[in-house]
């Protein structure tokens, strides 16, 4: 069960008021990161990118104790530093696979 989840907006940056309404929303809902969750809000469509959660997982269950954070950045502005963050963490691993 994920005790919390980070999204960013894809498009532009998104103030989220009662995150509470999207967790009831999500409640039970299976999710891993890289996921596009979209919502309609104010009569447009939001897309937001799973972008990371605790407890690390292949994949988490979202509740209604889960903690979601918005982050500051759209997607877009941060996708370059996840690949490569994820990069590293993959080289990391390929050195401990080869010890």
Do not use: W
Request: glycine letters at 4%; a positive charge.
């Amino acid at each position: 069960m994920a005790e919390r989840i980070t999204f960013a907006a894809v498009k532009e940056a998104v103030i989220i008021r009662n995150s509470d309404q999207l967790v009831r929303k999500l409640e039970n809902r299976i999710i891993t990161k890289g996921d596009v969750l979209s919502f309609n809000a104010i009569g447009k469509r939001i897309d937001f990118v799973i972008i990371d959660y605790f407890p690390k997982a292949d994949a988490v269950r979202i509740h209604l104790g889960t903690r979601i954070i918005i982050s500051e950045k759209t997607y877009r502005e941060i996708e370059n530093e996840l690949k490569k963050i994820d990069n590293a963490k993959e080289l990391r691993n390929g050195c401990k696979t080869q010890l």
